[in-house]
Nanobody, 116 residues
């Protein structure tokens, strides 16, 4: 059974930083591309970033490029998102996401609130 568990969210002032983590299990983690998506209140989900299996290729939404860094530790089955220079518009629930055998999975999410 695929399981994804996010952590690391919280309340942070504008300009601050947070590091999100996603613990994965139930599939061969290193073989799959992993993504972060976010959903702000009253809005649909937005793609944030993707890292390919093996970690050599990373992609970012324009809105976070230069501020966020996605990474993975295949030995620990962990996905990370380092978020710097946070803005109020980054406020959302953040989810890690994977597609395994044609089915999309995501965790329960972790809330990130950027406010003074």
């Amino acid at each position: 059974e695929v399981q994804l568990v996010e952590s690391g969210g919280g309340l942070v002032a504008p300009g601050g930083s947070l590091r999100l983590s996603c613990a994965a299990s139930g599939f061969t983690f290193g073989m799959y591309g992993m993504s972060w998506v976010r959903q702000a209140p009253g809005k649909g989900p937005d793609w944030v970033s993707t890292v390919a299996g093996g970690g050599r290729t990373t992609l970012y939404a324009d809105s976070v490029k230069g501020r966020f860094t996605i990474s993975r530790d295949d030995a620990k089955n962990m996905l990370y998102l380092q978020m710097n220079s946070l803005k109020p518009e980054d406020t959302a629930v953040y989810y890690c996401k994977v597609k395994v055998h044609g089915t999309d999975y995501r965790g329960q999410g972790t809330q990130v609130t950027v406010s003074s």
